[in-house]
């Protein structure tokens, strides 16, 4: 069964770190693009960043550039999400997504995605 399992959330001070795990079970991740969404209360649900199945290639929403780096360990099979200078307007939960098996070129558009992961808070306060 295919599934993703999202962790690392938690409640962090602005300007802290905090890295996401989204780890793969029932099919391998090397071969899917994979991205992050995350969802505000209120908020449609917004693409943060992907990495591709081939060259590793990433793209960030304009609001994470500089701050959030997207990776991937094959070995693994997980894809992470380091997420530094955090700021309030961050907090949502952030969910794991990975690509449809026709689709090979990074995106944000969920349309895009057959399998989500449960999701995982993040909280930015003081």
């Known amino acids: 069964q295919l599934q993703l399992v999202e962790s690392g959330g938690g409640l962090v001070q602005p300007g802290g770190s905090l890295r996401l795990s989204c780890a793969a079970s029932g099919f391998t991740l090397d071969y899917r693009v994979i991205s992050w969404f995350r969802q505000a209360p209120g908020k449609e649900r917004e693409g943060v960043s992907c990495?591709?199945?081939?060259?590793?290639?990433?793209i960030y929403v304009d609001s994470v550039k500089g701050r959030f780096t997207i990776s991937r360990d094959n070995a693994k099979n997980t894809v992470y999400l380091q997420m530094n200078s955090l700021k309030p307007e961050d907090t949502a939960i952030y969910y794991c997504a990975a690509g449809r098996t026709s689709i090979r070129r990074c995106t944000l558009n969920k349309s895009a995605f057959g399998s989500w992961g449960q999701g995982t808070q993040v909280t930015v306060s003081s």
């Open positions: 990495i591709s199945s081939s060259s590793g290639s990433t």
